[in-house]
């Protein structure tokens, strides 16, 4: 499992991308790490910025070399900050966010496209969704997210790809973790046709695929893990 110390994230982009890290980005990393500051992942251990954020980021940059495709700040950007409205509570000292509402000075900070990429990746609260129980209004839930991101543009669907890979990845270190079945069933419901429905994406098809087939022996292998 990658993990990059933030110190390290700057030498690293310019290393992949031959691209000198301009203020644009230096924003983007100092906005994750102060809302993601401190924030750990399921082991209860892991840095959130050093195992997730930061690991997505480079991969979603590889994936734009590997296919000979331009890398730009604003896509890097967007990697960096593709989780930020999820903990936007965590951010102490943007006043100007107090003031006309998170998401107005996101976008007015980072503009219109990062602040679409984010907003169309944040999860939905489950209340706004129909059904009897929790488990209707997540059915619903994941299939209204499974509808908005096939129909999303190709940055879009890197970002998600690479987020996604990255959780698999993650939870199949933690055996007994309740997430390892809605990993295996949302696999087989979406995300790996996700990777063949135009713009295909050979290179996470087989990433993802390793994922879910990790995830499927550890399944197999606890039969008794908790579903929610």
Not at 53 to 73: A, E, F, K, L
């Amino acid at each position: 499992m990658e993990s990059i110390k933030t110190d390290n994230i700057i030498p690293l982009i310019e290393k992949e991308t031959n691209l000198h890290v301009a203020n644009f980005v230096e924003s983007a990393i100092e906005l994750a790490k102060e809302a993601h500051a401190g924030v750990k992942r399921e082991d209860g251990t892991s840095s959130f910025l050093e195992t997730h954020i930061w690991p997505v980021t480079m991969d979603v940059i590889r994936h734009y070399m590997s296919v000979n495709r331009s890398v730009t700040s604003t896509q890097i950007v967007s990697a960096m900050l593709h989780d930020i409205l999820e903990d936007d509570e965590r951010i102490l000292d943007l006043y100007a966010s107090k003031t006309y509402g998170f998401d107005a000075y996101f976008e007015h900070r980072f503009g219109y496209y990062v602040n679409k990429l984010a907003t169309t990746l944040k999860t939905k609260p489950l209340e706004i969704y129909q059904g009897s129980n929790n488990k209707e209004r997540e059915f619903e839930r994941f299939h209204d997210y499974c509808n908005i991101l096939s129909k999303s543009d190709y940055d879009v669907k890197v970002v998600k790809l690479a987020d996604r890979l990255n959780n698999m990845r993650f939870i199949s270190k933690i055996p007994g973790n309740e997430k390892i079945k809605r990993y295996v069933r949302e696999a087989e419901d979406f995300y790996l046709a996700y990777t063949m429905l135009d713009p295909a994406m050979p290179d996470f098809y087989a990433y993802i695929r390793d994922a879910y087939e990790q995830l499927r022996k550890i399944e197999k292998n606890t039969p008794d893990l908790i579903t929610r």
